[in-house]
């Protein structure tokens, strides 16, 4: 849920939650709308061929079956190009480029698991400093 922004994925500019459900079976489904900023030549963007791509992507989350200390992700995308005619090639070059950022996905996630863990730090040892202030000054008006 915290995947976007971040530094491997510059061109993800905001996320907005469309849905967002637990289901029966305890698996959280969440549907979310991506706003991107691809850098695409302004001649694309003049045709306005921005409007016409959709890219529909998939991730799911699951235990390793061997290892619970590890996740196994699968990912899909479909891309969608209307209205032009070099939409297979622009299906194609986007494929391609959703496919050379797969990795900076994994690394997305390594950097959202370190920036949660180093939350985690901060508030425990907020919370232990908090816990002795009061018995530190507990102490000092006892005398």
Do not use: C
Request: hydrophobic share 40%; proline share 6%.
């Amino acid at each position: 849920m915290q995947k976007y922004p971040n530094p491997m994925n510059p061109s993800v500019v905001g996320v907005d939650v469309l849905d967002r459900h637990v289901d029966p079976s305890g698996k959280l489904h969440s549907h979310r709308l991506l706003s991107t900023e691809w850098g695409l030549p302004s001649i694309v963007k003049s045709i306005s061929f921005t409007n016409m791509v959709s890219v529909d992507e998939r991730l799911v989350y699951k235990p390793h079956p061997q290892d619970p200390e590890k996740t196994v992700l699968t990912q899909e995308a479909i891309i969608t190009v209307k209205g032009v005619s070099l939409s297979s090639y622009l299906e194609g070059l986007m494929a391609n480029t959703i496919s050379s950022n797969a990795n900076k996905g994994r690394e997305a996630m390594e950097w959202v698991i370190h920036q949660l863990n180093a939350e985690i730090e901060e508030l425990t040892a907020s919370a232990r400093g908090s816990m002795r202030t009061p018995m530190a000054a507990a102490a000092f008006v006892e005398k």
